[in-house]
């Protein structure tokens, strides 16, 4: 059969899942997971806790539901509150939900371009510890890495540690947004369960670069795990014979870590190439794992979403991150040509919106594919 290919770049999360995957969540040995019975459900949970050195592990349907959840957790006491980044994903992107389900207080701290939050930042953001009639108790430090919000950047293993020292001091823990921990794992040269040795929690996202199609897992203490499980039912996250879908996160995470660095070489070779092009700008020293940004510059009369339009044309397809940037997730369904037919399309782009659409000659972009249900 032969088709046109898509090159998706809109996130890692777009990810289908492969014929491995589907093998293994039709083969899935299961049972109820709600009453604790299902194997393929504690296969999972029990690998991600043993690769993270922690004691147990959590499945949930999502990256959002895993931070609510520690989040919940961790500050139980009414009045708590959480030290986080302004940028944080938790903070943005996830409805505010620790505090209108959660009832917990954000305290935010700027994030520094590389997804940092000064320590000293954070010391003066703790409060309520003492008991202080007028505050809110500080609970929690939550960290994100790598941090999406700022190109993907890692978070390293110093500057985690001394997060936790600093957690340690005041009595309060830490949670990791690690959706992608795997990513900085292998961008810092670090093995994963060292990069959160200080954490008390982590939620990992099996489905961004690691390409599960759906499923995060949360690790943390036995006694940690074990209020988050009674949350999750609460949460409606408690799902039956879920081992269907954690066969599938098992392969991805059996198969797919080593495959990210290929991610992060492509990612610079992108981000390479468009800062070669006249209208683009890139920090080439920003891009560390996944995640390429690039700003168009003023005056080029080009705007993030004619760009994007006229690059879905052209079947490649990225999503605009403000009027004047775009943003570009790398993952392992994106090959080396991919990328190269991704950068002739841009440059075709910006000839077509420079010219007033007369110059947009669309490559045909055909390959073979072979259906998966022959694979
Ligand atoms: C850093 C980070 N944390 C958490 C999430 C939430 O994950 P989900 O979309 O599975 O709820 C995302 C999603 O993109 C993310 O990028």
Do not use: W
Request: glycine share 8%.
């Amino acid at each position: 059969m032969v088709t046109a290919r898509v090159v998706d770049l809109r996130s890692d999360t777009v990810t289908k899942p492969n014929e491995a995957m589907r093998c293994a969540m039709a083969a899935a040995e299961v049972d109820d997971d709600v009453l604790g019975f299902d194997p393929t459900a504690q296969k999972l949970e029990m690998e991600v806790a043993k690769i993270m050195h922690k004691e147990a592990a959590l499945f949930v349907p999502s990256g959002t539901m895993a931070n609510l959840i520690s989040v919940m957790v961790h500050c139980e006491v009414r009045g708590s509150e959480v030290v986080l980044g302004d940028n944080s994903h938790i903070h943005v992107y996830e409805n505010g939900g620790i505090s209108t389900i959660g009832g917990v207080h954000a305290k935010t701290v700027p994030n520094n371009i590389n997804g940092t939050m000064d320590i000293e930042k954070i010391v003066k953001a703790i409060r309520g510890v003492d008991g202080e009639m007028y505050y809110p108790t500080t609970r929690l430090i939550c960290l994100e890495n790598t941090h999406g919000n700022c190109g993907g950047r890692c978070l390293s293993v110093e500057y985690t540690d001394k997060v936790g020292e600093v957690a340690k001091k005041y009595g309060i823990k830490l949670h990791i947004d690690g959706a992608r921990i795997f990513n900085a794992s292998v961008a810092l040269g670090v093995p994963v369960h060292r990069l959160v040795q200080a954490a008390d929690s982590v939620s990992v996202c099996l489905s961004k670069g690691l390409g599960a199609p759906v499923g995060s897992v949360i690790v943390g203490s036995t006694e940690f795990i074990t209020k988050a499980k009674r949350l999750r039912k609460t949460l409606g996250g408690g799902m039956r014979q879920v081992g269907v879908l954690c066969a599938a996160a098992y392969v991805a995470l059996r198969d797919n870590v080593h495959k990210l660095s290929d991610d992060h070489r492509r990612a610079k070779i992108l981000a390479e190439g468009l800062q070669q092009m006249e209208y683009f700008s890139v920090d080439l020293n920003s891009v560390e794992s996944n995640m390429v940004y690039f700003d168009i510059k003023e005056n080029s009369k080009i705007s993030a979403d004619r760009l994007c339009e006229v690059l879905e044309e052209r079947c490649v397809i990225a999503m605009p991150s403000s009027s004047t940037r775009v943003r570009l997730v790398l993952h392992y369904q994106i090959s080396d040509s991919d990328v190269q037919f991704a950068l002739t399309c841009i440059k075709e782009g910006v000839d077509q919106i420079l010219t007033g659409g007369k110059n947009g000659k669309i490559v045909q972009n055909l390959i073979n594919v072979v259906p998966v249900s022959t694979v």
